[in-house]
Each structure stands twice: as C-alpha cells, then as structure tokens.
C-alpha cells in the first residue's frame, strides 16, 4: 500500500507502525542504552542502541520512505552523514564537486579527507557537460547540492547521473534544501541522498541532525557498517522530534514556499536591492532544470544591495526585527545570514567570492510567520 500513497500522506504515514508494544500511535521514546536478552545471542531485534535503536529505526524509515528510498539511515549531524559518505572512499580516489559548497562540507573536505589522499575538484557543475572532463578513472564519487548554498544555483541531476552511470561513479546529493517535498534525487538517477536534518525536515530549530538515504542494498549495508563502526548517531528525544516535525513538513514547505515567491519578487522590484537569487524566476540560471526536477522553489533566497559593501549588509540584517540573524535555516521561523562571515566563513575569501559569495551577499531562511510582517520587516531594515 505504501508505494500507492500520495507525499502528503507519507509524511505522517510513511515507514511507520503502531507500537508493538502497546499499540502507540505516535512512536515512543526508548531511551535506552542496551536490551533484555533471553539467552546469549538472542534478543528481540535490539542489543545495543549504537547499532539499533526503534525511535530511531522509525525515523529511518520515514526518511528511506520521503525519499522513495529501500534504507534510511540518520546521524547526530549533517556533516556526520556526509562523513560517513566520504569513508566509502580510499587513498587516492578523486571526488568531484560543485565549486558554490556549504562552507562546513568544503571544510570536511578539504582539511580533513585531503589528508587523508583523497583528491577533490571543485568545478562549476551548472553546466552539467562540464562534469565528464573532469572524470578520471580514479574518480568514485560526484557530490553534488542543488540548489546551492548560497547562490542557489540549480544542478541537473538526471544529466550528472547519466555520467556516473556510465563511468561506475556514486552519485550523491546534498537535498538539504528542497527537502522531498520539492525533489527526490533518487528517483533522477542519484545513488545516496543526503540532509542535514537539523534543517527543513525537523523544521523547527530544535534539534541538530543528519539524514542518507539509498535504494541500493550493497551501499546500505556498506553504510551501516560505518553508522556502527564510527558511531556517529543520534539519540531517541532527538530523532523523536525530527520525526515529529516530518509529520507536517508539507504543510510547513508548502507556506515557505508561497512566502518565498512573495519576498523574491518583493526584493527584486525594491529600488535599493541589487541582484535576487531565487530558482524560481524564469531568467535564474538553469530555471528550466529547476522547473522539470522540482515540484516548487523553496523557501531559501539571496540577495546583495546596492550600496555593494560588508557594512552595507550589516546594517541590513541588524536592523532586521522578525527575521532573527542566526545560522541555519528551514525553521519555522524566518532567519537571516551574511554567509562571507557566518555559513561560508570557512571558505578563503578568495574562493568564495569566485562563486559570488561577496561580502555584500546576504541569506534568508524565509519561514512560515504572515507575509505581511516579513515584508514590513524588509522594508525597515532596508530603507
């Protein structure tokens, strides 16, 4: 039957089941460290909560389940997952990624798998016949974020797919912000998803957490060795309310993105306001892409002033009331960033501005408060 449900509906329902137990509706919190067994060896599916926990193997199912995935599998972090992605990987084998890269994933990259001999090239992937000529036969692994932080340049993922097909290259996707409810890069050719759950899928900047999901079942059992063996998971309260805040993730995205249409085109007629960054306007670069591989354009937008300067962008998100000036982004409320010095601070200065991550580039997380407020509060900040 599952297959047969409709999105909304695998939100609430999706890879659940009553408490066996006593029948629960909503999955209960087993906060425990360790199971009964019966005999040596024999338990009840459940020894050691590092291994398997059943607040947690709910919550993983319902990702594997959003994402049209077989095998979910969740992290204390988004940077956790993606860790364990990179630990598929040996000495010597090359990755390609996007050249415009969360600042915390281009870190990990960078200063902690280049020491251990594994070569990454950051290329512009917008154009995705760039992708092949870059392929070598040490190449294992395309990452991959669409749309992009912050720039919210748009990937196509069934062409990048295409090219790791025919080479025997993993696919991954970072899909942090357009969460299921817009995009499902398995379902495009991609091999792993990955989210940084802290984000949309909780939705409500309570809780820090990340997400893989596969169809494959070789690569899941290869990555839930490393789950185990490393140890990076989340506890039952956290993965409680990730799995809480799942239950209304189509209400939540779907005002973020009518909220985000209306400030995008707010800002972008507003006389002080230089360039919008906004996947859904029909002159956004790769517009076309985005408009056949998602089903909406999110909540996420950025934008640089006129005046074109760091103070210039201070004084903008200082002045902001509603939105508060905050990392992250997905929660229920709206969050305003400068990703030079906040998200993307860890990227030399150099090599962000090359992407266009100016010091006059501001980031907003648009949430689901009236619109009208959000608005008045722009207006101030701005005039």
């Not at 748009?154 to 991954?172: F, G, M, R, S, Y």
């Not at 398995?186 to 909780?202: F, N, P, Q, R």
């Not at 937008?301 to 905050?326: C, H, M, R």
Request: hydrophobic residues 35%.
């Amino acid at each position: 039957m599952e297959e047969d449900m409709k999105f909304n509906t695998k939100t609430i329902h999706g890879g659940q089941q009553h408490d066996p137990a006593y029948g629960a509706v909503m999955t209960p919190i087993y906060q425990t460290s360790t199971y009964a067994q019966s005999i040596p060896g024999k338990h009840k599916g459940y020894e050691y909560s590092r291994t398997h926990n059943p607040t947690r193997n709910a919550l993983e199912n319902a990702f594997a389940s959003l994402e049209n995935g077989k095998y979910g599998l969740a992290f204390g972090s988004g940077l956790a997952a993606i860790d364990a992605v990179m630990k598929l990987l040996k000495p010597g084998d090359e990755v390609i990624s996007s050249n415009d890269l969360y600042g915390g994933t281009y870190r990990l990259f960078t200063k902690i798998f280049e020491d251990f001999g594994i070569k990454f090239r950051f290329v512009g992937l917008n154009e995705s016949s760039n992708v092949e000529r870059f392929v070598t036969e040490k190449t294992k692994l395309i990452w991959v974020e669409t749309p992009t932080n912050p720039m919210m340049n748009i990937i196509d993922i069934k062409a990048i797919a295409e090219v790791t097909k025919k080479h025997n290259i993993l696919l991954a996707v970072d899909n942090t912000f357009a969460t299921p409810y817009l995009q499902r890069p398995l379902d495009l050719g991609a091999d792993i998803v990955m989210h940084s759950a802290t984000k949309y899928m909780g939705g409500h900047s309570d809780v820090v957490m990340g997400a893989l999901i596969v169809k494959d079942e070789t690569l899941a059992k290869q990555l839930y060795f490393i789950q185990n063996a490393s140890g990076a998971i989340c506890g039952p309260q956290d993965s409680f309310l990730v799995l809480r805040g799942i239950k209304t993730l189509h209400v939540r995205m779907q005002r973020h993105c009518e909220n985000g249409e209306a400030i995008a085109r707010y800002l972008r007629n507003h006389p002080k306001v230089d360039k919008v960054y906004w996947p859904g306007f029909e002159d956004h670069p790769n517009h076309h892409i985005a408009k056949a591989q998602m089903d909406g354009y999110g909540g996420m937008i950025s934008f640089s002033t006129k005046e074109d300067s760091l103070q210039g962008a201070v004084n903008v998100v200082q002045k902001l009331k509603i939105f508060t000036l905050a990392e992250s982004l997905g929660g229920v409320e709206s969050l305003a960033g400068h990703p030079a010095s906040m998200t993307h601070a860890s990227i030399p200065k150099e090599e962000r501005e090359k992407t266009g991550i100016k010091d006059s580039l501001i980031r907003l997380s648009v949430g689901i408060e009236d619109i009208n407020d959000l608005i008045i509060d722009l207006e101030q900040a701005l005039s």
